[in-house]
């Protein structure tokens, strides 16, 4: 899938708004504008019994505000644990799941009203904060007006004290959920005046959203999570879905919170590590998976919601929407692991078990590869891990993830391979030219990414002769770069587009290729610099400055840049299905725009006669240009500008060889 590149809230960016809390429990928050992660909030202070709110707020689009699903709303109980959230398409400010606001699931930049209703199932008098954010980690500012929350109150009663379950009927009044009971007793005043019978348990499903365990026979064997079927690590075994019942509690995915026909597995730890079960290119539909933690093995399939804690939709580098699903485990903990569908997809496959035990410390030959993230600390080799955890002590402390297997890169030459040393520009022109209207890096890319992890992505950027003039000759080449994971190793090319207009890849001649490393940071300016270019355009010719990004295994590597520019950024990726350059415009990001600087002069007085593709010689891919356009008029192999390829070009030609 498509998504921008955005990072979590940054610490800090909360801060106190100026707003409102009436009598009645209507808070407002006002009108404003925030920057990327930054949110405002209210508290109010309050000793009547919430039970739900309606939200309800004006967007306005523009520049840094590309949709309202970008805007998130949430809130924090008395003792600040998030309840709900509203929004937040890029980011969970609140680390729960919740609604988009209501318009199709790939947001809306249209202005307007936006609403929802959303029941509190977690109350407590005291102080409640309200908080709105701007979920998009680079944008330069979106627009709200008018916040307004609806609190909806009630009597607590019999729902203050209860400690019984709100999913199961019993003989006293209320249930445990507080604001769910509320709702119900509302509805109907018999649940907290004299039992919660059956009514009220199906009442509370619904008006609640509560979880109730049901798994109907006739599905496979592993159909239910009480019949999970027993696996080890090196399990692999075949599955089919087809006939299996929808089981699993909603949860983790934002726009398909359901897990379709599932079937069950279940392993116990033999010790601390990580399990990964993996549908990786081995089913024939679009898979899904989730992990839960059942402690000795006893557990309600009622509390599985309460249990969840790991998932996965897109395995990375994985073909057809299949997963990898990695859980953290503990020795001696039992562990089920739930395999369905997408959005009421099923079939059949395979599914197999992978444990690793946690490594006792650097060097372990139970650690992973220095060079690649693993989902446990430190790694095998111990001088690299030594010296990368005295850089980051989170490596051997925690994970050692696209960060860690960066700086080994960096820091273990040649364990890891040599890396591209950053260049610099020791010759930058008299007269450079810049994609964007300004040199702002505020902006991370865009990518065809699975679970955070980026495929192979290749951008574009085309420079005109209304721009370079009728000859320019440049060294160096500055771009964007935002990489959250470890080192990758690029390529950028120079190339010419005899055509004009949207580049194809089948029409670009290549003048120039430079190698470049592509290191963790963010938002960074990286240089490539080599031998000259002389760029001669001759009619609707085009430059066409071309970066590929091979896929990535430890983290988020696209282009970076910012929201002004008289042009078009491109990309390519096949992952996503886009086989030749298509504008970022027509697949939905309009304001995005990667910064690539040509760094060079006016005119090309180092020009070489008979380097038609101006890589500094005349040899052979010369010739086979000029043989190619045998008896035409083609202006770059035209060397004596007689309208006419002929043997007198080739004579030209042979005579300035230089091999």
Not at 127 to 141: H, K, L, Q
Not at 168 to 192: I, K, R, S
Not at 478 to 497: A, M, R
Request: charged share 15%.
């Amino acid at each position: 899938m498509l998504r921008k590149s955005v990072m979590a809230l940054a610490t800090g960016a909360s801060v106190a708004l100026a707003g409102t809390a009436s009598a009645d429990f209507t808070v407002n928050l006002g009108s404003g504008t925030l920057a990327g992660n930054q949110s405002r909030f209210v508290e109010v202070t309050q000793d009547a019994f919430m039970v739900g709110f309606e939200i309800t707020f004006d967007f306005v689009p523009g520049a840094g505000a590309e949709w309202a699903s970008d805007m998130a709303f949430w809130i924090n109980d008395p003792a600040g644990n998030p309840s709900v959230q509203i929004g937040g398409f890029n980011v969970l400010f609140a680390d729960v799941e919740g609604p988009l606001w209501p318009f199709d699931g790939a947001g809306s930049a249209a202005a307007g009203t936006y609403t929802a209703n959303v029941s509190l199932i977690h109350n407590g008098n005291g102080t409640w904060r309200f908080s709105i954010g701007n979920g998009w980690s680079a944008s330069t500012g979106a627009q709200y007006n008018n916040v307004v929350v609806n609190v909806i109150t009630g009597d607590a009663g019999a729902c203050a004290d209860s400690t019984e379950s709100c999913t199961t009927p019993h003989a006293t009044p209320g249930c445990n959920l507080a604001g769910c009971c509320v709702q119900v007793c509302d509805f109907e005043p018999f649940c907290c005046a004299v039992e919660w019978d059956q009514f009220c348990v199906d009442a509370a499903v619904k008006l609640c959203g509560l979880y109730v365990y049901n798994c109907p026979s006739g599905g496979p064997a592993n159909d239910c999570p009480t019949a999970a079927t027993v696996v080890s690590d090196g399990s692999s075994l075949s599955f089919n879905t087809a006939t299996a019942n929808t089981t699993a509690p909603a949860g983790c995915e934002t726009y398909d919170p359901v897990l379709s026909n599932d079937v069950w597995y279940k392993f116990t730890a033999p010790a601390n590590g990580i399990l990964v079960a993996s549908t990786c290119d081995t089913a024939n539909f679009d898979s899904k998976m989730r992990g839960y933690n059942i402690g000795d093995g006893t557990f309600d399939p009622n509390t599985l919601p309460d249990l969840l804690v790991s998932c996965n939709d897109d395995g990375a580098g994985c073909t057809g929407f299949t997963s990898i699903l990695t859980t953290p485990v503990e020795a001696g903990v039992v562990y089920l692991v739930a395999l369905g569908g997408y959005d009421g997809e099923f079939g059949n496959g395979t599914v197999a078990f992978e444990f690793t035990p946690e490594a006792a410390g650097c060097g372990d030959p139970a650690a992973g590869d220095c060079c690649e993230a693993q989902p446990l600390p430190f790694c095998s080799d111990a001088a690299c891990c030594e010296e990368v955890c005295t850089l980051d002590p989170f490596c051997c402390e925690s994970t050692w993830d696209g960060v860690c297997a960066g700086l080994a890169f960096e820091n273990c030459s040649p364990l890891c391979g040599t890396p591209i040393p950053p260049q610099t520009c020791a010759a930058p022109g008299a007269n450079p030219l810049a994609s964007n209207n300004n040199d702002s890096l505020a902006t991370g890319g865009i990518a065809c990414a699975a679970a955070g992890i980026t495929t192979a992505n290749t951008y574009a950027r085309v420079f005109t002769a209304s721009q370079l003039g009728a000859a320019y000759s440049f060294k160096c080449v500055n771009f964007g770069l935002d990489n959250s994971g470890g080192y990758l190793e690029g390529l950028v090319k120079v190339c010419l587009d005899p055509n004009g207009g949207a580049p194809n890849v089948a029409d670009l001649q290549v003048l120039r290729e430079y190698p470049v490393g592509l290191y963790n940071g963010d938002n960074e300016l990286v240089t490539v610099t080599g031998d000259s270019v002389c760029a001669e355009l001759v009619g609707n010719q085009t430059i066409v400055v071309v970066l590929e990004i091979p896929a990535s295994s430890t983290g988020f590597a696209t282009f970076a840049g910012g929201t002004s520019s008289s042009s078009e950024t491109y990309l390519l990726s096949d992952a996503c299905g886009i086989s030749d350059f298509e504008t970022l415009t027509s697949i939905g990001f309009p304001n995005i725009h990667w910064y690539v600087q040509l760094s060079g002069n006016i005119g090309c007085q180092d020009a070489i006669l008979g380097d038609l593709n101006k890589d500094g010689v005349v040899n052979g891919a010369d010739l086979s240009i000029l043989l190619a356009a045998g008896g035409t008029a083609d202006p770059v192999a035209d060397l004596n500008d007689d309208g006419i390829v002929n043997g007198t070009d080739l004579a030209i030609l042979l005579g300035a060889w230089t091999g």
